[in-house]
């Protein structure tokens, strides 16, 4: 699922593109799409959009008589300009182009609402990059979950998800297991820390890599990624191998010897496999 990095350069690239432009039309090429009926989305077409905002993981137009458009690309919903790509969910023609929605699979899980409230559609969890180190703290402390299932909780943090939380606490050089109310003020400052460092970084990463090009290569499993999408790999900081921890359709990577003293974490799937 894109996260706070790929949403950001998705939106610098969308304003570039149809800020002050004409949203001539949208075309709809499945009913399942559209998850709201008030506003219609008649009252978008013809409109300027006046405004980009990231709402969560979403991506938020604001047209110029106040209504919103608010895309969740969810796991496998991607953007392209003037191109295809794959199977197209919906086309938003601009005075300046096409954009088009794809989705891979059969789920259909990408959802466009209308609204003149985003605000309604966002889980407000803590802006990671907005927010003080109190404030982190206090959303950290708020319930006792683990880090990891905390860092990826949209009413905690914004924007976070299963491949840069990953990157994150191997940064942090934490168990994904810790559970938060047990972090001393140390380990809560060090989790800030690399909570920035690590999104910024990918961020300016990913801004680099489109060099003014539309993003075509958004993907939450990157080569240079620390651990994420890396099980059974090399840990680039001490070689130990990347282990990992299954449950339902989620994964978490991490590094038993920078993160967790050596130990190898249950692997819920294998557990159950082997009774």
């Given at each position: 699922m894109p996260e706070l990095p790929d949403i950001t350069v998705y939106i610098e690239a969308l304003a570039a593109r149809v800020q002050g432009e004409r949203l001539e039309r949208v075309e709809l090429k499945t009913p399942?799409?559209?998850?709201?009926?008030?506003?219609?989305?008649?009252e978008a077409e013809?409109?300027?959009?006046?405004?980009?905002?990231?709402?969560?993981?979403?991506i938020a137009m604001r047209c110029e008589n106040g209504v919103w458009l608010v895309l969740h690309l969810m796991i496998a919903g991607r953007l392209h300009w003037n191109r295809?790509?794959?199977?197209?969910?919906?086309?938003?023609?601009?005075?300046?182009?096409?954009?088009h929605l794809t989705e891979a699979g059969t789920q259909r899980r990408a959802s466009l609402h209308l609204t003149r409230d985003p605000a309604a559609l966002d889980p407000a969890g803590v802006e990671?990059?907005?927010?003080?180190?109190v404030e982190f703290?206090?959303?950290?402390r708020r319930e006792n979950h683990t880090v990891k299932n905390a860092l990826i909780d949209p009413h905690t943090f914004s924007g976070i998800g299963n491949a840069y939380s990953d990157e994150i606490l191997?940064?942090?050089?934490?168990?994904?297991?810790?559970?938060?109310?047990?972090?001393?003020?140390?380990?809560?400052g060090g989790l800030f820390e690399a909570?920035?460092?690590t999104l910024v970084e990918w961020t300016d990463r990913l801004r680099a890599e489109a060099a003014g090009e539309f993003p075509e290569k958004v993907t939450a499993f990157r080569a240079?990624?620390?651990?994420?999408?890396?099980?059974?790999?090399?840990?680039?900081?001490?070689?130990?191998?990347?282990?990992?921890?299954?449950?339902?359709?989620?994964?978490?990577n991490y590094c038993p010897v920078c993160q967790t003293k050596g130990k190898v974490l249950a692997d819920r799937a294998m557990s159950r496999l082997l009774k």
């Amino acid at each position: 699922m894109p996260e706070l990095p790929d949403i950001t350069v998705y939106i610098e690239a969308l304003a570039a593109r149809v800020q002050g432009e004409r949203l001539e039309r949208v075309e709809l090429k499945t009913p399942f799409l559209l998850r709201s009926v008030e506003p219609p989305l008649r009252e978008a077409e013809g409109q300027r959009i006046v405004e980009l905002r990231r709402v969560g993981k979403r991506i938020a137009m604001r047209c110029e008589n106040g209504v919103w458009l608010v895309l969740h690309l969810m796991i496998a919903g991607r953007l392209h300009w003037n191109r295809k790509g794959g199977k197209v969910l919906a086309s938003f023609i601009f005075s300046s182009g096409t954009l088009h929605l794809t989705e891979a699979g059969t789920q259909r899980r990408a959802s466009l609402h209308l609204t003149r409230d985003p605000a309604a559609l966002d889980p407000a969890g803590v802006e990671p990059l907005e927010c003080t180190l109190v404030e982190f703290a206090a959303a950290l402390r708020r319930e006792n979950h683990t880090v990891k299932n905390a860092l990826i909780d949209p009413h905690t943090f914004s924007g976070i998800g299963n491949a840069y939380s990953d990157e994150i606490l191997h940064r942090a050089r934490m168990s994904p297991l810790l559970l938060t109310q047990k972090m001393s003020d140390g380990e809560i400052g060090g989790l800030f820390e690399a909570t920035r460092v690590t999104l910024v970084e990918w961020t300016d990463r990913l801004r680099a890599e489109a060099a003014g090009e539309f993003p075509e290569k958004v993907t939450a499993f990157r080569a240079e990624m620390a651990v994420h999408g890396r099980h059974k790999l090399p840990c680039p900081v001490c070689s130990a191998i990347v282990q990992r921890i299954r449950y339902a359709t989620n994964e978490t990577n991490y590094c038993p010897v920078c993160q967790t003293k050596g130990k190898v974490l249950a692997d819920r799937a294998m557990s159950r496999l082997l009774k």
